[in-house]
């Protein structure tokens, strides 16, 4: 049975106030046609997990689609911080708790495998674990190893209510491939409830089956599959498309300021009809046509 | 080679990044300076090392190094694999199989604490930086650490702001204590390098670059190292060194500003 739907169907299928799982990393992979489909259906008060914080987490915020944010961190590189991101914790807007890369994959491994908590040595001394102990409900904890009677600090499993990932390749039933390096993404899909999958290619079963190596998330854990090219525009999706340096740009200055942000969203979130209108509003087949792949270089 | 070499002083804070790493070992690198360094280590006395990028990639080989971020994906390219957080970080980093972790920093402290989380009182006003990344586990992990950072007395702090990555926390048997691996070794700024002293864990002058003086050095951080009687001035670049990040490491000179 397919599980092909619409982005604006797969988007519905998450209640305002859930905990969504956004498999971007700073300008890499990033769920941008998602998040605009989440602003435009005025979903809200969400928690976004993820672990460096990227892109479509910022427009989100940006937006007031989200509650809490639970990260490790993160900017766009040399293209700047996240403003929005950084701003709702400045300011004190935006619920915040805050890891490091490897401490939130820990809490999403033991998530995946079922486990209530996971032992780490990250994070001990520092002020990152300092405000951690004042999160309630408790995150961490400290436990003995019952064999060698050391003290360990241990984290909360955590488990998203949805992952949404983008993907450069699936079939109909959700089997998905994540080519290049896949940070957390991995154990951030099956820590979650379940998965949305947003793929740049749509392939029939017969071609996974031809390489089932290259399958990372399983169609049996996957709710939605929505076939969307450039989907992650402006950010980047390896082997497909590079990122859009000048688009991040005019978003980079766009977002410095609440009123900027709310400018490009009139533009190109609310000013668009759907994601098609997108694509036409950033520069349509002409310059979309620039941003794709060497398929040697991957960039 | 008694002739003078004209150099760039990012480019002796390289060749200074590059001879603390020993071929053959596993090195977590941060990206700018610390990219470069590893880049030359491994052109010249360090063949074997092996290099690792947090976000899941093992010994890149890209065309560019001037890159917006890990996630550009030109320091991706002609990787050996492409993998995750949990295997990187997890299956080599905590595993506690990596030699150094290489990292930059925005401020630093007299024991060697990293600050990349704020600017100001973290229960008051303050500006955001980036936070952890994967910084906090590289610096609580790794074997040991170099840091690269610009001479400024606003990043030479007494005590930073924010603990993101710990050093030797308060100094002594602190961080041990604290149940982390390693620490740091070395700090590399624009006008040093620095140690740290075996007990105390505070930091100690270890040189001075050519064309600078202790009193340059000293009076552009907030607080005092140890200094020891005799200081000696830090082993410049040479000429195939430059000839290397030049021409073949970063000919865009994409980091000469670090």
Known sequence: MTKVTTLADAVASIPSGSHVALSGFATARCTMAFAHEVIRQKITKLTVSQCVGAMDADILVGAGAVERIIYGGGSRGRSGPHSCLNRGIEQGTLKTEEFSSLSLTFRYLAGSLGLPFIPIRSLNGSDILKQLQQVTPPVVSTLKDPFTGDEWLVLKALVPDVSVVQVQVADEDGNAWILGPRWDNEEQAKASQRAIVITERLVSTETIRQYPERTVIPGFRVSHVVHLPFSAHPSSVYGVYDFDKAHIKKYAEASKTPQGLQQYLDQYVYGVKDHWGYLEAVGGMKHLDSLVADPILGY | MTAEIE???????????????????????????????????????????????????????????????????????????????????????????????????????????????????????????????GGNDVASNANRTVITIRHEARKLNEAVSFITSPGYLGGNDERQRAGLRGGPSRVITDKAVFGFDPVSKRMKLESIHPNTTLDEVLSNMSFRPIVPDQVPFTEPPTAEQIRLIREEIDPGRAYEGS
């Open chain 2, 7 to 133: 150099y760039a002083a990012y480019e002796l804070m390289v060749a200074a990044g590059a001879r603390e790493l020993k071929d053959g070992e596993i090195v977590a690198v941060g990206l700018g300076l610390p990219v470069i360094a590893t880049f030359l280590a491994q052109r010249t006395h360090a063949p074997h090392i092996t290099i690792l990028l947090e976000l899941g990639v093992v010994d890149p080989e890209p065309l560019e190094v001037g890159v917006d971020g890990l996630s550009d994906p030109r320091i991706w390219y002609r990787a050996k694999a492409h993998t995750g957080f949990a295997d990187m970080l997890g299956s080599v980093l905590h595993r506690g199989i990596v030699d150094v972790g290489f990292l930059g920093g925005l401020e630093i402290d007299a024991y060697g604490n990293l600050n990349t989380t704020l600017l100001g009182d973290p229960k008051g006003k303050f500006r955001r930086f980036t936070g952890s990344g």
